[in-house]
């Protein structure tokens, strides 16, 4: 008996996936993922600024001061949210991480967790 209420909850969430991947907002989402990858500057600036977090993080532990590090990465930052494709990008993003949310809060409630 939970081994066919297992199947039956794994074919259920298999199918929830399927309607997700196949929405128009997921296949927006992969579209903008693609021509990011293949943009000229969005890659190099997102490396430029993960580069900048790891330097942070290793200061801040060796009990370094970081605000000038801070200050590049900010103005890093500013610079990649000035990029339309990067910004569409961030709000379909967000959309549906919005989604998955609701999704996962909606099972909680379900089950009182």
């Known amino acids: 008996m ?3 209420l297992n199947q039956e909850i794994r074919e259920k969430l298999e199918e929830i996936i399927s309607i997700i991947k196949n929405s128009k907002q997921y296949q927006e989402y992969l579209y ?16 430029k600024i993960k580069q ?5 993080v290793k200061l801040e532990m ?9 200050k590049q990465l900010s103005i890093l930052e500013q ?4 990029i339309p494709l990067y910004q569409d990008f961030i709000d ?5 991480n919005d989604n998955f949310q609701w999704i996962k809060q909606s099972i909680e409630e379900l089950f009182k967790f």
């Open 2 to 4: 939970e081994s066919l």
């Open 92 to 96: 379909i993003q967000r959309q549906l």
């Open 79 to 82: 610079q990649l949210k000035e």
């Open 52 to 56: 900048l977090q790891k330097k942070i």
């Open 32 to 47: 903008l993922e693609k021509k990011m990858k293949n943009h000229s500057r969005i890659p190099k600036q997102i490396e």
């Open 62 to 70: 060796e009990g370094k001061t970081v605000t000038f590090i801070e």
